[in-house]
């Protein structure tokens, strides 16, 4: 049907690079065949050692692709390709974490160097992090990219955070980094069970076509007739949509904050002010109401008047009950459809 997911996209924005001379480095913990089994970056040719690797065979004057398998040493790893995207600024460099909450065993490499540097030393970098991030169920310790931990080391452009929900937003953002002049090092939260949704699939033609969408407002709320008007991220946005359609609630808008660093607050603006009819203005997350991004908004934009829908205040990055984390992601669906 001319539909993309979210693993042909990746794929796609690599050979584009490649083929354009620009060479693409992805290191990781399961990065060959992808954690969530969604990349297959290398095929093993049965009865033998040998594996083949697709995008190191597009064409013969193709720009090298290296992709590495790597030990559980975070702090290591990220320091070498932090490195290493110093010394060839030219391409794409990409360190990946197993899940996302792997990226805190790294942090002092991002709190000394990926966020500081640009300010201490005055050094652009361009490197881009991987980090698995949503709530399915699957405990603590394979939930959370602490985005609250993340946002709370912007300021002055030193990052980009984001989060896109579509494959054709992830393809026109890889490609971005590294085909822009200046260098800002990019942390990208990618999804987990969005691998398989069969709705978060994009039209080739917006691959070939179109740019990175900072926010994506649904319909209603373009044509400014939302009663209630629902700001999130992520997968979340998926089930609000599921959730909207089962109940029939059409007067319920969706807008998806893709770039959550910086915070696109002017796009927010304007969208709450072409809708005069809401009389619910939300910022709806699956993450407790101490995490996430709900306190950088609330922190840097009280302006907005967004009320909070989320799981309660917690110690605990997630719940380590699937039937507990049920509970509470259906007390966020009646909240916002009550």
Same mark, same amino acid.
Request: net charge negative; aromatic share 8%.
């Given at each position: 049907e001319n539909k993309v997911d979210w693993a042909l996209a990746e794929q796609l924005a690599f050979a584009s690079l490649l083929t354009e001379g620009i060479s693409v480095r992805l290191t990781g913990q399961d990065s060959i065949r992808g954690t969530f089994s969604h990349r297959h970056a290398a095929i093993v040719?049965?009865?033998?050692?040998?594996?083949?690797?697709?995008?190191?065979?597009?064409?013969?004057?193709?720009?090298?692709?290296?992709?590495?398998?790597?030990?559980?040493?975070?702090?290591?790893?990220?320091?070498?390709e932090y490195g290493y995207s110093l010394a060839y600024p030219e391409g794409l460099t990409i360190w990946e974490a197993q899940y996302g909450d792997f990226a805190n065993v790294a942090q002092v490499i991002i709190d000394q160097y990926i966020s500081a540097a640009g300010e201490k030393w005055g050094i652009m970098n361009g490197l881009v992090l991987f980090l698995p991030h949503g709530y399915e169920g699957q405990g603590p310790e394979h939930s959370s990219a602490r985005i609250e931990r993340m946002l709370s080391l912007c300021a002055n452009y030193n990052l980009q955070v984001m989060s896109p929900t579509t494959p054709a937003n992830f393809f026109h953002l890889l490609r971005r980094q590294v085909l822009w002049k200046v260098r800002i090092p990019l942390i990208i939260y990618t999804p987990k069970s969005l691998l398989r949704n069969p709705l978060a699939v994009s039209p080739l033609d917006q691959l070939s076509s179109g740019s990175f969408q900072k926010i994506i407002a649904d319909e209603k709320s373009r044509e400014g007739l939302a009663e209630t008007l629902v700001f999130t991220f992520g997968k979340i946005y998926y089930e609000l949509f599921e959730k909207r359609k089962n109940l029939v609630r059409n007067e319920v808008a969706l807008v998806r904050v893709e770039q959550l660093y910086p915070f696109p607050h002017e796009e927010i603006e304007k969208i709450i002010k072409d809708n005069p009819r809401a009389g619910k203005i939300l910022w709806v997350q699956d993450e407790p109401a101490n995490m996430g991004v709900w306190p950088y908004i609330r922190s840097k934009y009280?302006?907005?008047?967004?009320?909070?829908?989320?799981?309660?205040? &917690? $110690?605990?990055?997630?719940?380590? *009950? &699937? $039937?507990?984390?049920?509970?509470? *992601?259906?007390?966020?669906f009646n909240e916002v459809f009550e």
């Open positions: 040719i049965e009865n033998t050692d040998e594996k083949y690797f697709p995008l190191k065979n597009i064409s013969p004057d193709q720009a090298p692709f290296s992709i590495y398998d790597s030990p559980l040493n975070e702090y290591g790893v990220l320091g070498f009280p302006d907005l008047k967004l009320n909070l829908i989320s799981r309660r205040e &917690s $110690a605990s990055p997630a719940e380590g *009950l &699937s $039937a507990r984390h049920k509970q509470s *992601l259906e007390k966020i």
